[in-house]
């Protein structure tokens, strides 16, 4: 993927997205040893940076495909990314999701238009009932994070931080399923001024630093972390863009996340999820490399369930 | 006080304040029926407004009082307010607190500079203690609301919010100790256009409600509200402001405190205070005067303990 397809991508999206707010705070400047930069996604339309690769997949589609809706599977911030975007663009949205996943998430989906369909927690019943919508209706496939149209959208936040911030040294984002890395690590190779980008990852769902380690795309075998964001795996689309652009994958502890996240309600007095704080968990792993530099956090979402928070 | 004060206040406080962002939601407007501007003193320095009096009030001393410097008591976003405020300007704050006050706030207070006098929690003991200080060291007293060049500081956030929305019908504020509602209510007769501003007060400290009712400055015999930081009083210097330019007082139930900071911590994704949410609580109240009006909220601050959530 080139520069001028996410100079595109970007023009693409703008009206259906929010450039959203860049925030810093003196003090966690000074826990970093480091000039941090927090391009805060969580107050991203429905609240996560998943908007921008899903408006930008929806807009990608010829009419016909716009006429036969498109369908995903996902219980987060995607099933309700695509709805809502599909919804902007008046295309319908059929979103698979686990009977198991939890109601409230169900009813985001719904208050954003999307059709929910609801299967058993395996990914046969998953693949099942997504086959079954497409072929009843003709509709479009899309991954969350594994689709180049996706990768390219979610890349354009980083654009909008160097946009602001031309001379960052480093560019963090959170690892999930990687589409957000991936298309971070395009708008920083193709708009920074040799920017790096860096992964933050949970030990507990550490596939993306083993599959940099081994070269192929390696499994969880359980993914027991309070970042529930990013329980997903990487994929072939995104896995080469990784190695190729991304410059080191670091791990953190579950501990280190949730107190990374309280210094974020804290110090900028947002609301992020857990997911978003693996990045600061990660810079502050890396302090030494970070020394005096100019950091860009992307702080990916703010959708938590508020009764349910780890303090 | 006149517009050209409000003038020259926020020129003078400028360097020392951030201009914070306005925020809306979809959401919210469409539970409220009318477009609402959050402006964010949540991300004030110090997380409060009350930043913008503190930092007037030292700005207007002469250089002998800065050399003696000053002393307030206040166990709450005021004691943090002037120790940051004069700790920019060189100038040093005695803060007097009770020993009973959080350990958490005492450290706050100790790590922007203040000097911290430790009391029993008796009115009396609090008076003393200052006054031993004044005789002591010849320090300026600063009370945290009840003084014209707070009032004034605390106005410029409005005036702010009108740069962005000059022609706002209606603006919202907690009341407590009456320094931000003054402030706000000369900030919108000079600079809106014909915008009223109405107050938020809980039902279980509405001394401002019932001090409009009377004429005269009204006790509360107890302050039993999730709202710590609107337990205090009215006083003679903010008092005759709201009464000429406040147009209403709406009071709110603890309940619909609650549920309106959880409304603004999941749709704007931020971390206010619950004293904050009892302005919006004020405007879900007012449905029927705000259809279709636009309207601005000074959410005051982000100060908050997150281990003792109402959620």
Redesign the interface.
């Given at each position: 993927m080139d520069k001028q397809q996410l100079i595109d991508c970007h023009q693409r999206i703008k009206p259906f997205i929010h450039d959203t707010?860049v925030?810093n705070s003196r003090l966690i400047n000074k826990m970093g040893n480091a000039s941090f930069y927090f391009k805060?996604e969580?107050?991203q339309r429905m609240?996560a940076f998943k908007m921008r690769g899903a408006a930008n997949a929806i807009l990608q589609l010829t009419d016909e495909q716009k006429q036969n809706g498109v369908v995903t599977h996902s219980s987060g911030n995607f099933a309700q990314a695509l709805s809502l975007a599909a919804q902007s663009l008046g295309v319908k949205a059929h979103i698979v999701m686990p009977k198991s996943a939890p109601e409230v998430k169900k009813e985001a989906v719904r208050g954003y238009g999307g059709i929910l369909t609801e299967c058993e927690s395996t990914l046969h019943a998953r693949e099942q009932a997504t086959e079954r919508i497409i072929e009843k209706h003709g509709t479009t496939f899309i991954h969350p994070s594994n689709d180049d149209q996706v990768i390219l959208g979610q890349g354009t936040a980083c654009m909008e931080l160097l946009e602001l911030y031309p001379d960052l040294d480093y560019v963090f984002t959170p690892v999930g399923g990687g589409g957000l890395i991936a298309g971070t690590a395009l708008a920083a190779h193709y708009f920074g001024k040799n920017c790096k980008t860096i992964g933050g990852e949970p030990f507990e769902v550490d596939d993306a630093y083993r599959s940099l380690q081994s070269g192929k795309i390696e499994i969880n075998a359980s993914t027991n972390t309070v970042a529930d964001g990013l329980k997903t795996q990487l994929g072939d689309k995104n896995f080469p863009i990784i190695q190729k652009h991304v410059e080191e994958i670091v791990r953190v502890s579950e501990q280190e996340i949730v107190s990374s996240m309280?210094i974020i309600?804290?110090r900028l007095?947002?609301?992020?999820e857990p997911s978003s704080a693996v990045a600061l968990a990660a810079c502050f792993n890396k302090k030494e490399l970070l020394s005096g530099k100019k950091v860009g956090i992307i702080i990916s979402g703010?959708n938590v369930d508020?009764?349910k928070?780890p303090?």
């Open positions: 707010p925030l805060c969580n107050f609240g309280r309600w804290e007095k947002i609301v992020c703010g508020l009764s928070l303090y």
